[in-house]
């Protein structure tokens, strides 16, 4: 799996590929796993979303969702098939996943990931002060200064009462 892992992730690396040429390399890559592998299915529809693919993208990270991934990978195709299919017009689903994912794990690895996609997600279906809100939560940490204001004002947004 490693050296496996190490393969795609050169491909992804390789900034001289077209995104016809990824989607090749990545189902060569893929193709020498089983059909259903949900890290081979993950990776194709990777592929597909930066390739602007999004209803083919779809398909494959439902499938790999569905297969089972570690919790890792499970988050990013969570976030991944939101926004792919928020860009398909599913607004109100990818706007679920994402507040899922959002409120999955406060302090996981992807939080601030998941944050600027459900910001995104509500921002598409209207909801703006609740998406600056979610967006001023995930930045303020990383402020050097101001983070308490901030936050502050952020809850503030999100209480209505800015």
Request: glycine share 6%; net charge negative; proline share 3%.
């Amino acid at each position: 799996m490693n050296d496996w892992q190490s393969r795609v992730d050169a491909v992804w690396d390789d900034a001289a590929l077209t995104e016809d040429e990824v989607i090749a390399a990545i189902d060569a890559l893929a193709a020498e796993r089983s059909e259903d592998d949900p890290v081979a299915l993950f990776e194709r529809a990777g592929a597909r979303d930066s390739a602007g693919l999004e209803a083919e993208a779809e398909v494959l990270y439902r499938r790999a969702l569905t297969g089972g991934l570690d919790e890792n990978r499970r988050a990013r195709a969570t976030i991944q098939l939101a926004s792919t299919i928020r860009n398909l017009g599913k607004v109100d689903e990818a706007r679920e996943m994402l507040r899922g994912e959002y409120e999955r794990e406060p302090r996981g690895p992807l939080h601030d990931a998941a944050a600027a996609f459900y910001a995104l997600a509500l921002v598409s279906s209207g909801d703006t002060e609740r998406a600056a809100s979610i967006a001023l939560l995930a930045l303020a940490p990383h402020l050097p200064l101001y983070t308490r204001s901030v936050t502050g004002y952020a809850r503030e947004i999100a209480d209505g009462h800015a």
